[in-house]
């Protein structure tokens, strides 16, 4: 065992939970975590490879995108991509995807904690 996973440990020890239920909890903050950091990393690299901006890349390629995509037959597609895209001036936003993500992970967890 290592010394950064009994620190970990301490974030979850005082729930209450048994033991294993710990442990579980522990590894789903942390895949979370992980998975939002690789998106992040992803996302910073493709920027560096292409030389654009996320935003930048959706600015140029809107025209093509807007002849093939199909609101009419994606409406929902639609609606909301146009909705992310103008809250984020971007497909994305991995720091929105984080904080948005986590609160529901720690939401969850904090439901599960109270009904045992």
Not at 43 to 51: D, H, I, N, R
Not at 58 to 81: K, T
Request: glycine content about 8%.
């Amino acid at each position: 065992m290592s010394g950064t996973y009994e620190a970990e440990l301490h974030a979850v020890d005082p729930t209450g939970l048994p033991d294993v239920e710990k442990d579980a909890v522990l590894t789903l903050d942390l895949g979370f975590v992980a998975s939002a950091v690789r998106g992040a990393i992803e996302s910073v690299q493709l920027e560096q490879q292409t030389g654009m901006t996320d935003a930048q890349w959706w600015a140029a390629h809107a025209p093509i995108l807007a002849r093939v995509m199909d609101g009419e037959r994606y409406p929902l597609a639609s609606r909301i991509g146009a909705a992310a895209g103008e809250a984020h001036n971007a497909a994305s936003n991995p720091e929105h995807a984080f904080e948005f993500g986590l609160a529901r992970v720690l939401d969850g967890i904090e439901a599960y904690v109270a009904s045992r």
